[in-house]
Nanobody, 121 residues
Framework: QVQLVESGGGLVQPGGSLRLSCAASGSIFSLYVTGWYRRAPGKQRELVASITSGGRSNYADSVKGRFTISRDAAKNTVYLQMNNLKPDDTAVYYC???????????????WGQGTQVTVSS
């Protein structure tokens, strides 16, 4: 019922920047907790960053100071600004959202299809 469209992934050089977008569609009243996860080959899924409806954000230690998560409530869109990218950031990035529909029903752990980020020279 809720669909996420991710964009912004691609191939970048070390030290470069990339901005990921996750747009939620459907009869959404509001988003509560949203976040970005990533999974690299041979690695477990990792929480990269999350943000609450109140704007409080949390980051994995590996990306703190380099990544910034933000949200545009009017557009039901969450962003991940990634600066000073490293080869270890190479992974498939997934958006995860939780919120409430116009009907009043809640939804949890809705995942995007993933977008590939490759950091290589």
């Amino acid at each position: 019922q809720v669909q996420l469209v991710e964009s912004g992934g691609g191939l970048v050089q070390p030290g470069g920047s990339l901005r990921l977008s996750c747009a939620a569609s459907g009869s959404i009243f509001s988003l509560y907790v949203t976040g970005w996860y990533r999974r690299a080959p041979g690695k477990q899924r990792e929480l990269v960053a999350s943000i609450t409806s109140g704007g409080r954000s949390n980051y994995a230690d590996s990306v703190k100071g380099r990544f910034t998560i933000s949200r545009d409530a009017a557009k039901n869109t969450v962003y991940l600004q990634m600066n000073n990218l490293k080869p270890d950031d190479t992974a498939v990035y997934y958006c995860n959202v939780n919120g409430v529909l116009v009907s009043g029903s809640s939804f949890t752990d809705v995942w995007g299809q993933g977008t590939q980020v490759t950091v290589s020279s």
